[in-house]
Structures are given as C-alpha cells and as structure tokens.
C-alpha cells in the first residue's frame, strides 16, 4: 500500500516556464513534507519542506504548497530551467518520534531548451 | 565539509552470499538511514541508527540488518542474497534524524544479485 503517490512518471516542461509536480497521499499521521531532487549516478539531496501546519513554503524559485484536506501537495518552479531536469521526490515524516522517511517513486522531469 | 561516502559504489554478487555496505556519515551527524532504491519500489526505508540504537525499522525480512559503530559509521548487512534485492542502496545522515527533517544522501552503493 503505497502512503505516498506521485502519479505522474514524468513531465516536460518548457524552459521559462512554470513546472508543477504533484504528490498525494493517505496517511493523516504524515506531519512534516520534504521534496527531493536526484541527479542520475547521484544520491537525492534536500530541496524544501513544509510542516502540516502551514499551506505554503517558498524558497526561491521553488515554492510547495500543501493542501490538507485533500492531501494533497504541489511543487512549483518559477521558472524552470534546464538545470532542474532529475527526478523529485516527495516524502513524509509521520508524527513526533519517526525517523522514517516514506517516499514516492518520483517524477522525473524533463526541461527542455 | 565531505559528504556522506559509501563503499563500495558497485559490487556484483551472487545468490546465496553475503553483502556488507559501509557508510560514513557528515562529521557531527549522529543519525544514520539506509534506503532501497529499486525502479518498482522506489525509495524504501530500512533503519535508521542513532548513537549506535537502531530506533526505527522498515518492513524488510530479517536478512537485512544494520549496526553503527561509536564514530557514527555504518554498516548494514544483507544475508543470503536474492535476485530481488539487487538495488541501489543509500546511506544518509543528519544531525539527529528528524530535527530539521532533511537528510544527506550519499551516492549509493550498486548491488547486483546474479
């Protein structure tokens, strides 16, 4: 049973644009968010995160919003550029006391020039 | 400051044997974490060790298991290998494993069960 799905393998955005990546998931205990970014041969490396008791974090062209109810979140970047092509992430922590990180299988995205 | 480093990066094995992946995590950082990286699965959670205590365990059988030694390094240890276990396995470190919830990922260590 997968807790946190990210339903679209893959995305191509134009450079200059927008590019949203889309993460949903069941678990209500999830209270803590974090998107990650991988570079083929490289391992992920943090890029933003958000606590369940806020709607949006934004950290330059990167922008998450989190949508509670509908358990639902959303990476922005505002504007996409080639180097942002890998493949993002998203996680959950779920509640005080879990050092687990659960992951969805990720959404690689392709900017092209 | 050098990153988190797992040994090795690739290692090719055969069912039935035996593995063991090294991690040294970010000095100063006392938490450790392994994940599976497979392309069905994704990213999966394995344990994670804190001041040599392993306080969280994923849903993997017994043949998985782990240690951390006093300087915060790593190991984890697969057991009588199977075909499904080839993945790419990673290490990752943080201060003390949730505090400010991001992680620092190695590069992995590639394993191919043949």
């Known amino acids: 049973d997968q807790q946190v799905k990210q339903n679209s393998p893959s995305l191509s955005v134009q450079e200059g644009r927008i590019s949203i990546l889309n993460c949903d998931y069941t678990n209500s205990m999830f209270d803590y968010f974090l998107w990650y970014k991988k570079y083929p041969a490289e391992g992920p490396t943090f890029l933003i995160s958000i606590s369940s008791i806020k709607d949006k974090n934004e950290d330059g062209r990167f922008t998450v919003f989190l949508n509670k109810s509908a358990k639902h979140l959303s990476l922005h970047i505002v504007p996409s550029q080639p180097g942002d092509s890998a493949v993002y992430f998203c996680a959950a922590y779920s509640g005080a006391g879990s050092y687990q990180l659960t992951f969805g299988k990720g959404t690689k995205l392709s900017v092209i020039p | 400051k050098a990153g988190v480093t797992q040994t090795p990066r690739y290692l090719i094995k055969t069912r039935g044997q035996q593995v063991t992946l090294s991690c040294s995590p970010i000095s100063g950082h006392r938490s450790v974490s392994w994940y599976q990286q497979t392309p069905g699965q994704g990213l999966q959670f394995l344990f994670e060790y804190f001041s040599e205590t392993q306080r969280n365990k994923g849903n993997f059988p017994g043949r998985f298991s782990g240690r951390q030694f006093s300087n915060s390094r790593s190991e984890m240890n697969v057991s009588t290998l199977e075909l499904g276990d080839s993945a790419l396995y990673l290490c990752?470190?943080?201060?003390?494993?949730?505090?400010?919830?991001?992680?620092?990922f190695g590069e992995g260590s590639r394993l191919t069960v043949l």
């Open positions: 990752a470190s943080s201060l003390s494993g949730r505090s400010t919830g991001e992680l620092f």
